[in-house]
T-cell receptor
């Protein structure tokens, strides 16, 4: 099946710094990728939809200047958390949608961000 | 906007027995997809089963089956012959088949399933 990777799997940073998370589709091209945030034992909350070659579409309440998304190629989308604060600590998950077959979404393994 | 509701925060089942997880949703659309995802402790999201709204026949995948009631907007998951490896958080999800929300998944709150040996 289709494989999506995320890097890093875990990151700890100091308050005020920026952190970049990569999402890659390893064996397929993904014109659309999605970024989710998940708190412990809670549901996934969609943050933004990332389309290759165009600006990301953010969900209501998500600060686009805080969470920068770049979808530079058909296999890579990045999420940069700028000027991170402790309240940004969370589990971030990406998914990539195939453009063939059933247009399924395949999820990455997630990135745990801890801001000190 | 679509909403998905899972009213059971936690469920438990004995190994080898059957358990049903509930899910209801609200939508004004006629064409959509419904999913059940499993999230084990590793937190990797795994697709369990998928149902197209236009299909009357309930989807099945080995020990997993659904009871899709379109008029009632209900989509429950039945796990038969439960195994220890089934222990996870289960999410019900909705996806529009067209329009501006195409491709976006809306998740329910999740149900934590515990399997007792």
């Amino acid at each position: 099946g289709a494989v999506v990777s995320q890097h890093p799997s875990r990151v700890i940073c100091k308050s005020g710094t920026s952190v970049k998370i990569e999402c890659r589709s390893l064996d397929f091209q993904a014109t659309t990728m999605f970024w989710y945030r998940q708190f412990p034992k809670k549901s996934l909350m969609l943050m933004a939809t990332s389309n290759e070659g165009s600006k990301a579409t953010y969900e209501q309440g998500v600060e686009k200047d805080k969470f920068l998304i770049n979808h530079a190629s058909l296999t890579l989308s990045t999420l940069t958390v700028t000027s991170a604060h402790p309240e940004d600590s969370s589990f971030y998950i990406c998914s990539a949608r195939t453009s063939f077959g059933r247009n399924e979404q395949f999820f990455g393994p997630g990135t745990r961000l801890t801001v000190l | 906007a679509q909403t998905v509701t899972q009213s059971q925060p936690e469920m438990s089942v004995q190994e080898a027995e059957t358990v049903t997880l509930s899910c209801t949703y609200d939508t004004s659309e006629s064409d959509y997809y419904l999913f059940w995802y499993k999230q084990p402790p590793s937190r990797q999201m795994i697709l369990v089963i998928r149902q197209e709204a236009y299909k009357q026949q309930n989807a099945t995948e080995n020990r997993f089956s659904v009871n899709f009631q379109k008029a009632a907007k209900s989509f429950s998951l039945k796990i038969s012959d439960s195994q220890l490896g089934d222990a996870a958080m289960y999410f019900c999800a909705y996806r529009s088949a067209r329009g501006t929300s195409y491709g976006k998944l809306t998740f329910g709150q999740g149900t934590i399933l515990t399997v007792h040996p």
